[in-house]
Every structure is written in C-alpha cells, then in structure tokens.
C-alpha cells in the first residue's frame, strides 16, 4: 500500500510543481481544470448517500510532434468522497478528498464503506466515512478468473465472510475476492450455485444469499428475489415489457436498496409515468415510499413531486473540517 501510494504521490508532487507554470522542463505545461459533477457511489440508508468526484488535469508537452504541434494528456486526480441526504437537499454532513486517484465500485455499501481500485486497478481498498482508506491489497487473480473487465461490466458486490462478490470478470462470471489475502476464485455455477444463473445483480444481505433476476415476459416485466437457492418474492408490472436484449435493468446500489430500470413506454404505446431507474428495497421486494428516482448517470434524484435533488460541485461539495 505504501510503496503504490507513495510512487503516485512523488509524481504527483513533480505534476504539482507545474500547476500554474509555462515550462516545466523547457517544453512541458500542467494545468488544474474544473473538479467533475459528482455521481452516486451507494446509498447508505434510505435518505444518506455517498458521493464521488475528482479534479481533472491537462499535461502538454508543448512542440514535440514533428509539425510543431503540442502532445497533451488528460486525466484526474484528487477523489472525493461525500455524504448527503438524497431525500432533503441540506449541507454535507461529511466530505474528504485524496492526493492521489483511485476507482469507485459503484453499489458497494458495508459498515459506512465503499470499495475502490487504485488507479492501475491491480490493488483494491476500503473507505469508510469519517476515514481515510484502509487495507489496500493487491488483487491476485486464480485461473481462470484474470482481471478486471471495467466499471459497465464488473460488479463488486458484499458477500459471506467478509468477502466481496465478482460479476462479470474476465474469464469467470461470478468470482470472491478473498478481502484478507486479495485472491480472486472463481464461484462455480454448478452444484450449490447453480440458482446463481441469470441474475441480473446479487449479494450477501442479513446473513442470505440474494439474488436479483429480470422478469421479460409478454406484456409484463419486473424482478425475482432469490434467497439461498429459492424464490421468495416477485415485483411486476403489467401491460409493459423490457425488450428481450435490454440489459442492466436491475443494479444493487448499496445496502438494502436496489435501481430498477421502467420501460418508456407502455404496450399501448403511451408513456409509461414510471419510465426510468426507481428505487427499491430489496427485502421485502417492493417500491421505496414515497417514491424516489434517479437520472440516468446517478447524479441528481428526483422525489414523489418531480422536485430535483441535486448537490453541486461549487456550492455544496467541500470538505468537512474538525470531524
């Protein structure tokens, strides 16, 4: 952890001295731009959420192609972590940044915590609000499970024992990452797993094995709670359905809670008045109320009245003193 950390942070200092300045070296200019709009990383209860942001940069090396022209790299830096009320806007109750870059796993929720890749996604870590990360491990991948497959496609999800529950990796469709060790394996889809098939999203939640699956049927769609193997519940809609190639319709987004996706439109052709990602308990299988939605790129939620709730970068994100 220290060694990777510290690497990042000289050449962060090295970019540091730039800012501001025409020449680093003879050729080279660094510059700060505007901090991103923040997204949702996971909900921590049913009114606090945790947000995320980062500053981006842009690298010149000024004159170096062989028409003259600059060769300019951008990126980012400098995450942050918040926590807001997704229900009532009103002031964070906490914020803290990082000198160096890491990778949020959206979804994510234990003990106030979310989990993060650091920048080259061959490490994984913990933070945990009111903290600064923790336990950063290297991820060590057992054939054939081999890696990362990014943000739209990896799911990292609670699981038993402390673990941390893979979809969708590289070679493997369902893996545990053993939080001690840092080993990935491989979880079989036969035998004690084979009820895992098709799910849209699982976890570990309340000492059971959950398991979310779409429902695509004539003139009605929904989801399916699975626990430990057995079907217990079902939430439906009818005279609307989700086209047989719709994909991520369900995503756990933290705790207790889950996104379901509504179709546009209904089968008459009307809009349909749920359209878009709703929120909803996992357990039991039913709708949040009142009713709270979230835009397509988790960045602002909407209430039972159609009132925005939005935190900006400028005037509500900051870092909490003294706490």
């Known amino acids: 952890m220290k060694g990777g950390i510290k690497k990042f942070q000289v050449a962060l200092v090295a970019l540091l001295a730039c800012i501001g300045v025409w020449g680093c070296g003879n050729n080279t200019t660094f510059k700060w731009e505007d901090r991103s709009a923040?997204?949702?990383?996971?909900?921590?209860?049913?009114?606090?959420?945790?947000?995320?942001?980062?500053?981006?940069?842009?690298?010149c090396d000024e004159g170096v192609?062989?028409?003259?022209?600059?060769?300019?790299?951008?990126?980012?830096?400098?995450?942050?972590?918040?926590?807001a009320n997704y229900r009532k806007k009103q002031p964070i109750y906490w914020g803290d940044t990082l000198d160096y870059s890491v990778s949020f796993m959206r979804g994510f929720f234990r003990d106030s915590s979310v989990i993060f890749l650091m920048d080259d996604k061959r490490k994984f870590g913990f933070w945990k609000i009111g903290e600064k990360p923790t336990n950063v491990k290297s991820l060590k991948w057992v054939a054939p499970c081999n890696g990362y497959?990014?943000?739209?496609?990896?799911?990292?999800?609670?699981?038993?024992?402390?673990?941390?529950?893979?979809i969708g990796t590289k070679g493997c469709d369902y893996a545990v990452l053993d939080t001690s060790?840092?080993?990935?394996?491989?979880?079989?889809?036969?035998?004690?797993?084979?009820?895992?098939?098709?799910?849209?999203?699982?976890?570990?939640?309340?000492?059971?094995?959950?398991?979310?699956k779409a429902i695509y049927e004539d003139g009605r769609y929904g989801v399916r709670l699975y626990k430990n193997g057995r079907k217990t519940d079902s939430l439906v809609w009818e005279n609307a359905n989700w086209s047989i190639v719709s994909e991520d319709n369900v995503k756990i987004i933290g705790g207790k809670w889950f996104l379901l996706d509504h179709p546009t439109r209904l089968l008459d052709g009307k809009s349909n008045p749920l359209n878009g990602w709703n929120l909803n308990i996992i357990n039991p299988l039913n709708p949040v109320t009142p009713m709270i939605r979230?835009?397509?790129?988790?960045?602002?939620?909407?209430?039972?009245?159609?009132s925005e709730i939005k935190y900006d970068v400028d005037d509500d994100l900051y870092v909490v003193e003294g706490r």
């Open 149 to 166: 497959d990014g943000a739209k496609h990896t799911r990292f999800r609670p699981w038993k024992n402390g673990n941390v529950l893979l």
């Open 65 to 83: 192609g062989p028409l003259g022209y600059d060769d300019c790299i951008e990126g980012g830096s400098n995450d942050g972590l918040y926590l």
């Open 294 to 306: 979230m835009d397509k790129i988790y960045s602002s939620f909407i209430d039972s009245v159609g």
């Open 181 to 212: 060790t840092g080993n990935v394996n491989q979880l079989t889809m036969d035998g004690e797993y084979a009820w895992l098939d098709e799910c849209e999203d699982a976890t570990y939640l309340d000492g059971d094995e959950i398991c979310l």
């Open 38 to 59: 923040p997204r949702v990383v996971s909900l921590v209860d049913d009114s606090l959420a945790l947000l995320y942001n980062r500053r981006s940069y842009k690298k």
